[in-house]
């Protein structure tokens, strides 16, 4: 009996032992920042400066206890919320955050955990948001000036910060707009303004071409005027050539240019179907007709031929 007693003693005593280690045996994350509070007192910070090593500590099992906290970078999105810029303009500011505990001391002590320390940071964003950017006009804010304002709300917020033990490491305006309600209407003058800007840059167009089309025209007159002034000239030049050649010709052979007078002359006079020439037969036109040689008619007829009323005559008469 007595026996049995001891043995279950020594197993109690053995499970007591087992769980004061494990309740006196915590590990601290690479990642992670310890506070070990004995009695409600903070009597150690592990993993916060370098100093100490992440890794397995012990504390007092029912006495001490610990409370870890997150080292990385931690997230803090905005809600949307609409701000009076210094022109009077509204406009819709969404932004975010990102912030590290740096004193966990100081953040266990102002606010606890990660969701007041989220309120608490909201509130100094939103209100830093109001103050710098009511001190700006909305093309500063949206174009021209944007990094140094986040800047200077990023430097304010820190400010602020610094009580709960938190440093802001990122703060940015993702999307910066006007409201609904303006944005048609600014649409609508931006559209005017554009329409009025491609009205002037078509008149001048049209003007340009009006002048160039213009140009054009009174270039082809010129033009045209020079060619056709050109040509009579060359024109008159050729017939003042052929004549001079012709009357060389006509110097050089007189029987010959008798003859090719007179072959122009038929072509000339006896084109088409329905040509009528009402000539007597012993007409000079008809010499070539009646001799080939071209001599000359002799007693009313051509010579060689009988009577003047002969065949050759009669139809040399009305050729067709």
């Known amino acids: 009996m007595n026996g049995q007693t001891i043995r279950t003693g020594l197993v109690v005593v053995v499970a007591a032992i087992v769980v004061a280690l494990y309740a006196s045996v915590f590990t601290v994350g690479q990642m992670q920042q310890a506070l070990v ?4 007192r903070v009597r150690a910070v592990l993993n916060q400066t370098g100093e100490e090593r992440p890794g397995l500590y012990l504390k007092w099992p029912f006495i001490e206890n610990v409370v870890l906290f997150d080292k990385r970078v931690l997230d803090l999105d905005l809600p949307v919320q609409t701000l009076l810029t210094a022109d009077r303009q509204n406009l819709e500011v969404d932004a975010f955050a990102r912030y590290r505990i740096t004193d966990p001391l100081r953040f266990y002590q102002s606010v606890n955990n990660i969701a007041l320390a989220n309120q608490r940071l909201a509130s100094f964003t939103n209100s830093s948001l109001r103050n710098v950017l009511a001190r700006s006009t909305r093309d ?16 304010d917020v820190n400010r602020q910060a610094k009580a709960l033990g938190v440093e802001i490491v990122d703060l940015r305006m993702t999307r910066v707009d006007l409201p609904a309600q303006n944005s048609s209407a600014v649409y609508k003058r931006m559209k005017t303004e554009r329409e009025r800007e491609a009205a002037d840059i078509r008149a001048n167009g049209d003007q340009i071409a009006a002048t160039i089309r213009a140009k054009a025209d009174r270039d ?28 060389e010709a006509f110097g050089k052979d007189r029987d ?65």
Do not use: H
């Not at 500063?140 to 200077?152: G, S």
């Not at 040509?275 to 009646?290: A, E, G, H, K, M």
């Open 140 to 155: 500063a804010i949206v174009k021209t000036d944007r990094m140094r304002l986040m800047n200077d709300i990023q430097e």
């Open 37 to 40: 509070l004995q009695f409600g």
């Open 256 to 320: 010959f240019f008798s003859f090719y007078r007179s072959m122009q002359a038929y072509e000339n006079g006896l084109k088409g179907p329905d040509t009528r020439l009402v000539i007597s037969p012993t007409s000079d036109f008809f010499r070539y007709f009646n001799d080939p040689q071209g001599k000359a008619v002799q007693g009313g007829a051509p010579r060689g031929t009988s009577d003047p009323g002969s065949t050759t005559g009669s139809t040399t008469g009305a050729a067709r």
């Open 220 to 247: 082809v007159t010129v033009i045209l005027a020079e060619a056709t002034q050109k040509s009579e000239q060359l024109r008159g030049q050729g017939d003042a050539d052929k004549n001079r050649i012709l009357a």
